[in-house]
Structure formats: C-alpha cells, structure tokens
C-alpha cells in the first residue's frame, strides 16, 4: 500500500482527520510522525535558518523523522481558506522550502489551497492531488466527500464535547473506555488558551501548558471548544473581514470568551511572529475593557519551563484574587 507521511505539525491538528479520510477513500496509508522530541527538535533547527520561527522548525523535523517511512510527503501549500483571508507566507512556501532544506524527502503532495481563486480551482488541485492514486474520477470525488464529512465531524466533535484535538485525534485510535475525555465542568477557574493549534497543543515548545493547566484546577477552553461560527461572528463584529486565515482563532476566540465571560485569557504565540503580535494586541485591549486578567506568553526555543510556570502561578493567584473580589 502506498504510504503518505503528514508530518505532526502547523496545518495537522487542523485538518489530519479529513486529509486521512481522503487518502485512505483512495487506497492510500497515511503515517504521521510522532510527537515533538528533542530529536525532531534538534533536526528541524538544523535545516532552517535562524529567522525562521519556531513552528516552520518544527515542522521540518517531522519530515525529517518522516523521510524514510513513506512514499509522499503530503504539504499543503495553503494560501487561503476564505475570501481575502492569506496565510502567513510561510505556510505558502512551505513546500518549496522542505523541498529545498530537506533533500532527503519523499516526492511532496503540494496541491495549491486557494479559495480566492474559486471553488473550481480548489476541487482542480484536489482532483490533481487524488490522480496520484486513482484515475477513477468518482472515485476521487467521494474521497472529498468523505475529507468534508471527517473534518466536520472532528470539528464538532470538539466544540459538542469541548475537548481539545488532541484528545480528539486520540480518540480516533482509541476504542477503550473514553470517559476520560469529558470535560471537567467543576474546577473553580476558567481560563481561555488563545494562539495557534501548532503552538497552544505543541507540549515540547509550551511545556505541556493545557495539562498543566487543567491539573491547577483551572478548567481550560480553547479556540475548538467553540462553535466555529461563534468565533467568526465575534471576529467579524470586532475587526471586521479578517485578513489573515487564522484570526477566528486568536482575535475571534478572545471575544468570544470574553464575552462568555471567562476568568481570564492567556495568548500564546511564538516569538517573532508578526500576524500574531497584532493580534494579539487587539486582544489584549478588549481584555483590559473586559477587566479580564490576560496574560501574554511568547514562546521560543529557549523559554524555560521553571519561567513559565511561575508567570503561570503568578496569573493565575491574579485570576483568583479577582475572583474574590468580585464576588
Ligand atoms: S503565523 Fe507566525 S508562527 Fe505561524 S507560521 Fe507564520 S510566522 Fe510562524
């Protein structure tokens, strides 16, 4: 069977289950690197230069651990999902720049994702991307139904049961008892994780930050817990048509949360990410309208894990002192 690696990282924990879907509807094995280790790590920083930011690393160290355990490399060139709204121009070039750092990879799937351009171009790189295994035309149009119908599922999946995708892809692979999954509705705290998937779920780089979080009793809620219309509708009212793909997750999930109010909010991003460090200003703003403790954390190759979780207990003794008084 032929096999394709999707590397563990940037666009995976959006999309792996209706990628899988769609190459296993077509015949095809999809393996997937494992989770960041210091291996992965130290391989990804030395292909890329050093202005490259930490998740693009990343990600070059998943095909890396990847390169000899499949035929195809599958990465999307993503430019945009919605109307006007871009990716960072790394994700753009993210196929030619493997292709560049990574000699060793396996042929890459590099269908062009660009929604500006209309839904025929869309459904021409898919069918492109599909006649890799399939001549069937048919064939390959119920493989993108079967991708449509995976990612909708995975997405609800995680706003009905507010789990994150981790625990989500999990439990596609698991069949044992899944009561460990349900959300812990009774702790005293909620706080809102705001930042990429790539960044807020990546334990190497954040310190297992949500996990450490929910075993300081605070009942953590992420961008996927909410209803992505939720967070569209709160983009949109508060800075209008978004330019970036990926603002329903920062500036969108912020208000969001703000407005349900919750007890405090913490960004994640990368240091040196420039979308982020507007974004995550804007949030930052509504916050202090809110009166919502909002704590910032910039995250790079040397961020150590003593720092982060004294400035972790420090915010969260502010939370519950506000708490307190507000009460
Ligand atoms: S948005 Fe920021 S963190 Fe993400 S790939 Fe672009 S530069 Fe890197």
Not at 1 to 10: K, N
Not at 39 to 47: K, L, P
Not at 198 to 223: F, K, W
Not at 235 to 256: C, K, N, V
Request: hydrophobic content about 40%; glycine content about 6%; some cysteine.
């Amino acid at each position: 069977m032929v096999r394709v690696g999707i590397p563990r990282a940037l666009s995976y924990y959006q999309y792996y289950p209706g990628w899988k879907a769609f190459f296993e509807a077509l015949g095809a094995d999809t393996v997937v690197s494992p989770p960041t280790n210091k291996a992965i790590f130290t391989a990804g920083n030395s292909r890329a230069v050093a202005e490259t930011c930490l998740p693009v690393k990343l990600f070059f160290g998943h095909v890396i651990s990847l390169a000899d355990k499949c035929d195809y490399m599958f990465i999307p060139a993503l430019r945009s999902l919605g109307q006007k709204a871009y990716y960072c121009s790394k994700f753009i070039g993210l196929p030619d720049m493997t292709k560049a750092l990574v000699p060793e990879c396996p042929p890459v799937l590099d269908p062009e994702i660009d929604l500006n351009k209309g839904r025929s171009s869309l459904h021409h790189a898919i069918y492109s991307l599909g006649c890799h295994f399939s001549s069937d035309k048919s064939k390959i149009k119920k493989a993108v139904e079967q991708a449509e119908k995976a990612h909708l599922a995975y997405r609800k999946e995680m706003s009905d049961r507010g789990i994150t995708p981790i625990q989500a892809l999990d439990e596609m692979h698991r069949d044992e008892d899944k009561s460990y999954l349900e959300p812990d509705i009774s702790p005293a705290l909620s706080v809102a994780v705001i930042g990429h998937q790539y960044v807020i779920y990546e334990d190497y780089i954040n310190h297992r930050l949500i996990s450490r979080l929910q075993t300081m009793g605070v009942r953590v809620l992420t961008p996927e817990m909410a209803e992505q219309e939720s967070l569209d509708i709160a983009m949109t009212r508060l800075g209008g048509a978004p330019h970036w793909s990926f603002e329903a997750d920062i500036i969108g999930a912020g208000e969001h949360y703000l407005e349900t109010k919750v007890d405090g909010i913490i960004s994640v991003a990368v240091f040196g990410c420039g979308p982020d460090s507007m974004m995550v200003d804007m949030v930052r703003h509504r916050a202090s309208e809110f009166r919502t403790p909002f704590l910032h954390l910039s995250l790079d190759e040397h961020t150590s894990e003593g720092g982060l979780l004294t400035r972790l207990e420090a915010f969260l003794d502010m939370v519950r002192r506000r708490r307190r008084v507000c009460a």
